[in-house]
């Protein structure tokens, strides 16, 4: 039970950490578990599988300003406009929204380390970036949504 309770408060500090780390973005909003389809994860999983295919990879010895203006470009070619979701990786808060203005990357790099995984408001495409030996490797996949009757 205190080594429970011990975790949950160490995710709120991570959690309050990131929100402050990257202020000017986020919004309020966030995402729990349930209501993300178990077909995201299971693509961002098989992102990491060795047999996958980066779409883009890009030299890990760029300015930190080329990776984030790559990162932006490269969402915005697939349908992440003004607004998305990022993965968190905690249970209080696995996804938390976050607008999209110019220059949006770098607060997202400050408030969380690679790999970066992002979430289309509409649930239906999720990309990540992940830093790997001498490279950075983006990764995108639409997520067919099973509507239920």
Do not use: K, N
Not at 27 to 51: I, K, N, Q, Y
Not at 133 to 148: D, I, S
Request: proline share 6%.
């Amino acid at each position: 039970m205190a080594s429970e309770l011990q975790r949950r408060l160490r995710e709120r500090q991570e959690l309050d950490r990131m929100l402050r780390d990257a202020s000017g973005i986020v919004t309020a909003h966030t995402l729990t578990s349930e209501c993300v389809p178990d077909r995201v994860l299971e693509t961002v999983r098989g992102f990491w599988e060795m047999s996958t295919e980066p779409t883009a990879t890009l030299s890990d010895d760029v300015p930190p300003e080329r990776l984030g203006s790559w990162v932006e470009q490269l969402l915005t070619r697939h349908g992440f406009h003004t607004a998305a979701f990022l993965f968190t990786d905690l249970d209080l808060a696995p996804w938390i929204e976050f607008r999209m203005p110019p220059a949006w990357f770098t607060s997202i790099r400050q408030a969380r380390d690679a790999p970066w995984v992002f979430l289309a408001h509409d649930l239906g495409t999720v990309a990540a970036v992940s830093e790997q030996e001498y490279r950075f490797e983006f990764f995108v996949a639409h997520v067919e949504l099973v509507t239920r009757p």
